[in-house]
């Protein structure tokens, strides 16, 4: 490991990181149009960025933010199971363009006041296109993710969409990983629950994440590397 990290430093290279990052989570009915997060301080460049879209999938525009970054779709839509109207979506910007008061926007033409959860991650020092596996999970208090595979130092991000009809739960990520940003705490008009994780690691390898869930539900669980 420290020669690795050596051999790292004497090339130049700085390894990707986590940088900004938020949730934004709109209640049913109380959703407006267009989803805006808050501003947030990313990298002029040399930044993956990644957003989520999480609610009714009739709300399928592509984000947008006011650096005119052109997001792409990552994966493909995951529908609900249980809940055909909804689904998850996620869209990626490689060498993006960033800096102070950023933001991402989404318009929702199907319901623009529908529920609707937004995460946002930025991760520096980023040159390739993420990598996702996508998996779903059946009920349980207890899930595991696919396996991802990296050649290197990577970032790696970890999504848990649940599918359970509840407001309160507990969703905890194991393997390494360290949540960042959840919405677990549902209001009355209801909402999209999401969590969202993380792990640095510096050597090649396979990973994955579990997670366990109280109440038990199904999920849809994705996990990202970038590098």
Do not use: C
């Amino acid at each position: 490991m420290l020669f690795h990290l050596m051999a790292i430093a004497m090339s130049g290279q700085t390894p990707p990181a986590l940088g900004a990052h938020v949730f934004v989570a709109q209640a049913e009915g109380l959703g407006v149009s267009p989803a805006v997060t808050p501003a947030l301080e990313t990298r002029p460049r040399g930044s993956v960025f990644l957003a989520f879209t999480a609610g009714y999938a009739s709300n399928d525009a592509v984000p947008t933010d006011n650096y005119r970054n052109a997001w792409t779709p990552l994966g493909h839509a995951v529908t609900y199971e249980g809940y055909p109207a909804f689904d998850a979506k996620a869209y990626v910007v490689v060498n993006a363009r960033g800096g102070p008061d950023y933001r991402v926007s989404v318009v929702k033409p199907g319901r623009p006041a529908g529920e609707l959860s937004l995460p946002f991650v930025e991760v520096t020092h980023a040159t390739q296109a993420p990598h996702v596996v996508q998996t779903y999970a059946a009920v349980s208090a207890t899930m595991r993710s696919g396996d991802i595979t990296v050649d290197g130092p990577a970032t790696l991000l970890a999504f848990w969409w649940g599918d359970g009809g509840v407001k309160r739960m507990s969703v905890t990520p194991d393997d390494g990983f360290r949540t960042i940003d959840a919405f677990t705490r549902l209001p009355d008009e209801s909402g999209v629950q999401g969590v969202v994780a993380w792990r640095h690691v510096e050597a090649a390898g396979t990973y994955h994440v579990s997670w366990s869930v109280s109440p038990a539900q199904g999920a849809s669980l994705w996990i990202v590397a970038v590098r």
